[in-house]
């Protein structure tokens, strides 16, 4: 069976997994159709300033004047841009380190292993503060600072799963015809692991997202680039907290967690439906 | 074809952060065995008796503490990885487990055309067919499409030795092929590599618990016992006049319809390959054991043409 068809058919019975696509699809909607949603320019300003939640402005405004309801429908797109992209290159790095180390063992596993070691103990947010206030907060360092201090977890999973696949007598027959390390990591090892990959990278896209908010809501990238971590640092910045403007810093927050839970939601209907001992029949 | 010469094996056991143990786990301690071209050679032991382990080295998957082992006079230890390759050519290996030797994201035809396209041999859609087919996957169109977990157990293991087939191997490693199958089909499987070992001249070294199977095709059988050979005859010597009491037990826990008693009974089970007992390693399970056995270590000798055994009651 084809294993997208596979999956799908696994879906239907999976109600997180089916939550999990709702959210996520629903939000790659608003991203995409931004323009047509929104009813204002997002950065223009389209009434007074501070104006309560109303028919006309449904989020109200802030302190410019400007519509929070556009804001957040355009500032969907950056969480979900950084959020995969970052996952994308946190999971093709851990993946790697993972096969490597788990395949060869030895002295470069004990290497990748530290290094691995090292990534996880440090604060990555501290880190990631340090590291692009010195290559500086665009989007793509962005990405790829988020993406390449977050692979640990992955390279762990998958340096553990290579441990007991490489020890299937399919691997021995496999060296036994003459097959290249390369070719047994990649043509026999790695399709086993991908479920759990899969699962994995669902969990780091939904770190990712909350990473980049928390980065921007610090003052840390472009804060000139909409997202719903740049509205909360306005929010705060602005101190609407304290003034009871509860409407601008609320809002981008419940999208953040939502979008966050539709990606764990994801993880966990991968890890369900590809672990055949969780699986429901 | 195989000329082993006193292969050794140890494992070391793992010291801990507060003990050097310094100690080995003896898997192979001294196994010497030739294997003729076209035959079928059975390796019958225990469980713990060093038998897969000795397969794993002719495969060449891990290599002997100490030893040779010669494939047509070549050492394949000392082969350059290009030389390696090619002897590779001439070998496979079948495994006990059908379950775990097919890869579960492979489809059979990726699974079958592997070692045809890891040897770079050419085969059509046709070769592939015919392979699958000789094996009893018929038709094979209905099969190669097929993942490994829509297949049973026996199907599974049939697609093992068409792979292991596919390329026409000269010499076959067979580690306990039959022992997960039904015994309903185990027949069929042995009567196969009878069949391709006489057609094709097919070497196989069959290893195995189960004397009952080295009997049924082999034309020798060498009896493992904790990591060394104590009995080597062609087959009618083994089954038919047995002289080491290990074997003779082996063959009397064959149960046999209307025979009560058996003759020969042993106690307890192998011993720990760390400790090997002195003397004679079999003489702590021996009903027949003397005072001898306790401290020398008996010679293999052959008793009868062709028919060697270490013991000392010869």
New interface residues.
């Given amino acids: 069976?084809n294993p997208l068809m596979n999956y799908l058919g696994q879906l239907r019975k999976s109600k997180i997994g089916l939550v999990g696509w709702g959210i996520i699809l629903t939000f790659v909607f608003i991203a995409i159709f931004a323009p047509l949603i929104s009813p204002y320019n997002p950065n223009a300003i389209s009434g007074a300033y501070y104006q309560h939640p109303s028919m006309l402005h449904l989020f109200g405004t802030n302190q410019e004047g400007q519509d929070l309801f556009s804001q957040n429908m355009y500032g969907t797109r950056i969480p979900l841009i950084v959020g995969t992209t970052a996952a994308l290159v946190a999971v093709v790095l851990g993946l790697l380190v993972g096969l490597f180390s788990g395949y060869f063992g030895g002295v470069p596993d004990e290497i990748l292993m530290r290094i691995t070691d090292f990534f996880l103990v440090v604060p990555a947010i501290v880190l990631m503060i340090v590291i692009s206030a010195l290559i500086g907060g665009t989007l793509t360092n962005v990405i790829l600072i988020i993406g390449g201090l977050s692979w640990p977890m992955t390279a762990r999973v998958v340096r553990s799963m290579v441990l007991s696949i490489k020890e299937?007598?399919?691997v021995?027959?496999?060296?036994?015809?003459?097959?290249s390390s390369l070719?047994i990591m990649f043509?026999?090892i790695l399709?086993?692991v991908m479920p759990v990959v899969f699962a994995n990278a669902a969990l780091s896209v939904a770190n990712a997202i909350f990473t980049q908010a928390a980065l921007v809501f610090i003052g840390v990238g472009d804060v000139t680039d909409l997202s719903w971590g740049n509205i909360m640092h306005f929010a705060y910045i602005n101190g609407t907290i304290t003034t009871g403007i509860w409407w601008y810093m609320i809002p981008p927050g419940i999208f953040i967690v939502l979008l966050t839970v539709g990606f764990i939601f994801l993880s966990t209907s991968f890890e369900t439906i590809f672990n055949p001992r969780t699986r429901r029949i | 074809m195989i000329e082993a010469s006193d292969v050794k094996k140890y494992y070391p056991v793992k010291n801990t952060l507060f003990s050097r143990t310094g100690r080995y786990v003896k898997a192979l301690d001294g196994v010497s065995l030739s294997i003729d071209k076209g035959v079928i050679h059975s390796l019958v032991g225990e469980t713990g008796s060093g038998k897969s382990t000795f397969g794993?080295i002719v495969?060449?998957?891990t290599s002997p503490t100490a030893g040779i082992v010669k494939i047509d006079g070549v050492d394949l230890f000392s082969l350059k990885k290009k030389d390696l390759?090619s002897m590779?050519?001439r070998?496979?290996?079948i495994?006990q487990?059908p379950y775990?030797?097919?890869?579960?994201?492979?489809k059979i035809r990726a699974?079958i055309t592997?070692?045809l396209k890891?040897?770079h041999i050419e085969y059509d859609e046709k070769k592939i067919a015919a392979v699958v087919e000789s094996v009893g996957l018929k038709p094979a169109e209905d099969y190669l499409d097929r993942?490994p977990g829509e297949l049973s157990g026996g199907q599974r293991q049939r697609t093992?030795i068409a792979?292991a087939f596919a390329?026409s191997p000269e010499l076959i490693v067979a580690d306990e092929p039959v022992s997960m199958v039904d015994v309903s089909i185990r027949a069929d499987f042995l009567n196969l590599l009878k069949e391709t070992n006489r057609k094709e001249n097919l070497t196989v070294l069959l290893i195995t618990h189960d004397l009952f199977v080295a009997s049924y095709i082999s034309d020798r059988i060498s009896v493992l016992y904790l990591g060394k050979i104590v009995e080597e005859s062609d087959k009618n010597g083994i089954v038919g006049h047995p002289l080491h009491p290990y074997t003779q037990a082996l063959l009397d826990s064959i149960p046999v319809l209307g025979e009560g008693e058996r003759e020969v009974n042993i106690k307890g089970e192998i011993p720990n390959p760390i400790d090997i007992p002195p003397g004679c390693r079999f003489h702590p399970r021996c009903p027949f054991v003397m005072d001898k056995c306790r401290q020398v270590e008996p010679e293999f000798r052959e008793i009868e043409t062709g028919h060697f055994v270490s013991c000392h009651l010869y």
């Fill in positions: 069976m299937w007598p399919f021995e027959v496999a060296k036994s015809s003459n097959g070719y043509k026999h399709p086993n | 794993r495969m060449a998957l390759k590779r050519k070998i496979q290996i495994f487990d775990s030797s097919l890869n579960p994201k492979l699974s592997e070692p890891l040897n993942f093992a792979r390329i």
